[in-house]
């Protein structure tokens, strides 16, 4: 691109805009160089902090209900279909630090036709997955009254899922100055708490103290089929990573801190996702533990320790899925934002807020989908066809780093290179395909008609726009 902004992208000299959004316009345009403020810590806690929440606090009583115990090698395989991805995306994204993530890494070297399906289809993948985070926020939102002993007339997980949505959305608005230093603090006191829980709930399994358990089977019935499947479904835990990538032009010395958010936030995440499946299935029987629903984690505390445990991850819970959701709109607004500034859809979506210098448009088109799929409830729905648009981004992410390897145009300079480059972007772009087959056709089939969609606006919009090798 020429490094002119769009001219329908209201942005006047006179209008102070917050710092994190001047960030991301200076990324964008290539104008200027931006100031990288953003350390290891800071780096892990973007990653860690979007990826907390569902695995820990949505999905063990789902998972263990499909896949029993083993629902921690679901987790496990998830991890490593993570890490396959991340190492090809940390080197893409220190040769293209700016602002959309997958979206621009694909367009920039595949093209803007894969460039649309990913760009639109990462903008719809966030919006069902923030749907997804605010039914379980709304779940132990919920959970609160329940402690409380306040008998509310209906299931409060959705209504005060869509209401949280909008919160957030119209909070959105007014700025994101203070949210890095939010991040911190939140990821800070929800990795004490879970290690402080995770650690007493792993002796009493095992047997160090409290009661014998006999334990169960390791594999469910249908063997590692439903393993596969589960990790299909859990894959929505580990979304997370590739936020650090869209930052990218903010982390401090790239080459080291990058890669090493990137996969630390996956390895970190992926073995408090395994423990937790350890812990909580050694507590209650899978059965038991999949009728809990989205908040079995909290009878699982309170079965070690009580009430104060139970009081402990509600609140761990909360903190956790709204970081999750919270994050989730903002990056959702961002694809939008990124896909509108290429011209891939009109340009009034990458029109800033003359007040708050926010992208008020794009806030809409992302608050306003998630709050009506928060809407329907159907969490399992929400969460696989979220990882199936994600999934798909991830293996063109790889199949985009094997072509630029191969082509090696002068533009593509790397400061961090992945090991064994085609080797790790093949299995990862493989892995991240095959993962797919084993998710529910209809959400198979959701993500499709969204591909096709998109791909059939690019075709009727944006053909004329090149993308390729343009930033």
Not at 198 to 223: I, K, M, Q
Not at 408 to 436: K, M, Q, T
Request: proline letters at 5%.
């Amino acid at each position: 691109m020429d490094g002119s902004e769009p001219s329908d992208v209201t942005e006047p000299p006179d209008v102070e805009v917050p710092d994190a959004l001047a960030d991301v316009v200076d990324a964008d345009t290539g104008e200027g160089e931006l100031e990288r403020t953003i350390g290891l810590v800071g780096g892990l806690a973007i990653g860690v902090g979007t990826m907390i929440g569902a695995g820990i606090f949505v999905f063990p009583g789902l998972a263990a209900e499909n896949a029993g115990p083993a629902a921690a090698l679901s987790f496990a395989i998830g991890a490593v279909v993570a890490l396959l991805v991340a190492l090809p995306a940390s080197e893409l994204a220190t040769a293209m630090p700016r602002s959309g993530g997958g979206y621009f890494f694909i367009s920039r070297g595949l093209g803007t036709a894969a460039g649309a399906v990913v760009g639109i289809g990462l903008w719809l993948g966030l919006v069902f997955a923030s749907a997804f985070y605010l039914v379980g926020l709304g779940s132990y939102a919920g959970q609160v009254f329940l402690e409380a002993g306040i008998a509310l007339p209906i299931d409060p997980a959705v209504p005060l899922g869509v209401a949280f949505g909008v919160g957030l959305t119209v909070l959105s608005l007014f700025g994101t100055e203070n949210t890095a230093a939010l991040q911190n603090a939140i990821v800070i006191l929800l990795l004490v708490i879970l290690t402080l829980f995770l650690s007493y709930g792993s002796l009493d399994a095992l047997g160090v103290f409290g009661a014998e358990s006999t334990p169960e089977r390791f594999f469910p019935p249908g063997g590692a089929l439903p393993v596969l499947q589960t990790a299909a479904l859990v894959f929505t835990s580990y979304l997370g990573f590739a936020q650090v990538a869209t930052v990218a032009g903010d982390i401090r010395e790239p080459s080291r801190n990058l890669p090493l958010a990137m996969v630390g936030s996956v390895l970190l995440v992926g073995v408090f996702y395994v423990v937790t499946i350890f812990v909580a299935t050694s507590a209650f029987g899978s059965g038991r533990l999949g009728e809990f629903g989205e908040t079995a984690m909290v009878e699982v505390a309170r079965a070690f320790i009580g009430f104060p445990g139970a009081l402990a991850i509600v609140i761990a819970g909360l903190l956790a899925t709204f970081s999750s959701a919270n994050a989730s709109i903002l990056s959702a607004s961002r694809a939008v934002y990124a896909v509108s500034r290429d011209g891939v859809i009109p340009g009034v979506a990458s029109r800033l807020n003359l007040a708050y210098g926010t992208p008020h448009v794009a806030l809409g088109l992302a608050g306003g989908p998630i709050v009506v799929l928060a809407a329907t409830g159907q969490v399992e729905l929400l969460a696989e066809v979220a990882s199936f648009l994600h999934l798909v981004m991830y293996g063109l992410i790889c199949v985009a780093l094997i072509r630029l390897r191969r082509e090696d145009p002068p533009w593509y300079d790397p400061s961090f290179r992945c090991p064994a480059g085609f080797a790790v972007a093949g299995v990862g772009g493989i892995a991240s395909f095959a993962l797919i087959a084993f998710m529910q056709l209809a959400s198979i089939g959701v993500g499709i008609a969204v591909m096709v969609a998109a791909y059939g606006w690019y075709r009727y919009y944006a053909t004329d726009v090149e993308l390729k090798g343009d930033f």
